[in-house]
């Protein structure tokens, strides 16, 4: 058992980082399509606000938890259980979807046309 926790870990964390990145242009593609149609994106101000509230805490979760990760790997008997790589590719998995949350509320496709043109 061996491993395969960190290579699907590290898998579905690359996985992430690659939909966070394809949503951020997706939405940037298609805010200049409204702009260039003379349209804008029509969101709550409060609902906006919120997104932009929560991205520092979505950074902090990624943190903590990838500290209580290390020190738990270090501080217990957890070496005799899983490898460094499933160490590894759990924190890549936090930092994956740290990144993906913070995409999508920064990047909000509300009010967006996202078919491409």
Known sequence: M????????LLWGVWLIYRAIAHRKLVIAARERAASAGTEQQIDPGLAAMGTAMLPFFALYGGF?????IGGYFLSDLSAYVSILDL???LVLVAGYSLWMIMRAAYSKLGLD????
């Open 65 to 69: 938890a990838s500290l209580l990760l």
């Open 88 to 90: 590894a590719g759990l």
């Open 2 to 9: 061996r491993y395969y926790l960190g290579a699907i870990c």
């Open 114 to 117: 996202m078919s491409s043109a």
